[in-house]
Antibody, heavy 119, light 107 residues
């Protein structure tokens, strides 16, 4: 069974760093893309970027380029989303999701990680 | 960037109705358009990919069509479980963004 298990809720302060995770199971992690999607409360879905764990090819939305870092450790089938210097506008739920190839949809999703940034 | 525009932003309908959702892109994306359903507090669910292919396990009352820049999601015979927000997403080119969503409410 394909599963994407995300790390738990985070409450942090502005300026802090944070790394959330997405552990995959039930499929060959290295051969599928993993993407990250942001959803601010009451708003729509925002595509942040994707990574191919097999060769670490990473693509970012211009809206998030330089604001976050997407990475993956294929030895433990885990993808990461990282911030260096959070702001209140980063408060949102973050989803990871899998896609089979570069033009495929997100077919499996993690449960979402809520991140609250507040002083 | 390819802009993805959904219309309407919200709509209301009754059980048993046929409803259609529109999604337009600012340039051709061939057939690479996907539809998702999201209920409040829940993870998005893939309904249709490549414009018209039904994801496994999705009821046949859902269908998709379109090519190039204009796409449609249709639900034939609305069921109570269908009231949700629907998003389209282009997966043709980076950034593979979503439309703003259409909220389907009960009339």
């Amino acid at each position: 069974e394909v599963q994407l298990m995300q790390s738990g809720p985070e409450v942090t302060k502005p300026g802090e760093s944070l790394k959330i995770s997405c552990k995959a199971s039930g499929y060959s992690f290295s051969t599928y893309w993993v993407g990250w999607v942001r959803q601010v409360s009451g708003k729509g879905l925002e595509w942040m970027g994707i990574i191919y764990p097999g060769d670490s090819d990473t693509r970012y939305s211009p809206s998030f380029q330089g604001q976050v870092t997407i990475s993956a450790d294929k030895s433990i089938s885990t993808a990461y989303l990282q911030w260096d210097g959070l702001t209140a506008s980063d408060t949102a739920v973050y989803y990871c999701a899998r896609q089979e190839d570069i033009v495929a949809p997100f077919d499996y999703w993690g449960q979402g990680t809520p991140v609250i940034v507040s002083s | 960037d390819i802009h993805v525009t959904q219309s309407p932003s919200s709509m209301s309908a009754s059980i048993g109705d046929r409803v259609t959702f529109s999604c337009r892109t600012s340039q051709s994306i061939l057939k690479y358009l996907n539809w998702y359903q999201q209920k409040p507090g829940k993870t998005p669910k893939l309904l249709i990919y490549a414009a018209s292919t039904l994801q496994d396990g999705v009821p046949s009352r859902f269908s998709g069509s379109g090519f190039g820049t204009d796409f449609t999601l249709t639900i034939n015979g609305l069921q109570p479980d269908d009231f949700a927000t629907y998003y389209c997403q282009q997966s043709f080119a980076d950034p593979r963004g979503f439309g703003q969503g259409t909220n389907l409410e009960i009339k």
